[in-house]
């Protein structure tokens, strides 16, 4: 969001900054496109750098997650009541609400790993070909 509204600012006053910036992008997106092709999943089971606890704290820094619950409230409830009961019930509403998306994103990656480590040369090669027209489509 912040980045936007930077880019739209200095599209505003520097037009030729847009066009360069294309061209950046599309490189990067091209770099990642490479990566992806000649990447290779994991093949150890040893300690991995990522933990539960690890993750649990980085909701608490998480600015998504504030801006997720201050859109929420803003948008849609303060606009009905803004009776510190409601609030709280809102809220214990719009948590209960990402931990289920959070199940179902973290239950769906599982499968889709099983799928990923059988197939994961066709599925990058797909993922490649997509940020290859991603690149296409900024350059045309």
Avoid at 13 to 26: E, S
Wanted: hydrophobic share 55%.
């Amino acid at each position: 969001m912040i980045c936007a509204v930077i880019v739209y600012g200095v599209s505003t006053f520097l037009p030729d900054v847009l066009g360069a910036m294309k061209y950046v992008g599309a490189a990067y997106i091209l770099w990642l496109a490479v990566h992806i092709v000649v990447s290779r999943p994991d093949e150890e089971d040893g300690e991995r750098s990522a933990s539960f606890w690890k993750g649990f704290m980085l909701q608490f820094v998480n600015v998504k997650i504030y801006l997720f619950g201050i859109t929420a409230l803003t948008g849609y409830v303060t606009n009905f009541s803004t009776s510190l009961s409601v609030l709280v019930f809102f809220e214990l509403v719009i948590a209960t609400i990402g931990t289920v998306a959070t199940s179902a994103w973290i239950g769906t990656g599982l499968v889709i790993q099983k799928i990923y480590l059988r197939h994961y040369r066709l599925i990058n090669i797909i993922l490649a070909v997509t940020l290859l027209e991603c690149v296409y489509s900024i350059l045309k």
